[in-house]
């Protein structure tokens, strides 16, 4: 997976005021910061998949 793209079109949703400068920024620091973005809002998604899947969470 491409995690620079997926965090640099989460980071656009988030923020859409400011949508024109998340896409023309191309610098290593936004490229580097997008990527980790990426990967952790994914990761957080699975996690709450996970945790919704999991019968024995929801009744707690």
């Known amino acids: ?3 620079e793209k997926a965090g ?4 656009m949703m988030r ?3 400011h ?3 998340i896409a ?4 290593l620091a936004i490229y580097e910061l997008l990527d980790a973005y990426g990967r952790s809002v994914v990761t957080r ?3 709450r998949m ?3 899947s999991d019968p024995a969470r929801v009744k707690g």
């Open 19 to 21: 949508r024109k400068q």
């Open 15 to 17: 923020f859409p005021r």
């Open 8 to 11: 640099r079109a989460r980071m």
């Open 50 to 52: 996970q945790a919704f």
């Open 1 to 3: 997976m491409d995690w």
């Open 24 to 27: 023309d920024a191309n610098f």
């Open 45 to 47: 998604d699975e996690l």
